[in-house]
């Protein structure tokens, strides 16, 4: 089994930061894109970031230069430093990544059970 667990959410003014971690854990033999995606309350889910095995990044264009999405190979572990947070930024976060199981090698999607960011104005 694996499984992601997310932590860093909670509420911020207008203007500041807040920075999520999504640690991974189980029967991993290697972990290929990791990426966070957020649902604000009545909208879809959108892809906020990703970051390959390599280090190539992806931002969707509401957050580029505000957010930036790194990762630690050695810790199976992907942040989400998110400076200068807006109000619209408020929405539920959740992590996601293709991992690569031991044993029977088997490639699979794992969501984590996200975390809140709440930024007020």
């Known amino acids: 089994q694996v499984q992601l667990v997310e932590s860093g959410g909670g509420l911020v003014q207008a203007g500041g930061s807040l920075r999520l971690s999504c640690a991974a854990s189980g029967s991993i033999f290697s972990i290929n894109a990791m990426a966070w995606h957020r649902q604000a309350p009545g909208k879809q889910r959108e892809l906020v970031a990703s970051i390959t095995r390599g280090n190539s990044k992806n931002y969707a264009d509401s957050v580029k230069g505000r957010f930036t999405i790194s990762r630690d190979n050695a810790k199976n572990t992907v942040y989400l430093q998110m400076n200068s947070l807006k109000p619209e930024d408020t929405a539920f976060y959740y992590c996601?990544?293709?991992?690569?199981?031991?044993?029977?090698?088997?490639?699979?999607?794992?969501w984590g059970q996200g975390t809140q960011v709440t930024v007020s104005s």
């Open positions: 996601n990544a293709e991992i690569t199981t031991t044993g029977i090698p088997v490639v699979i999607d794992v």
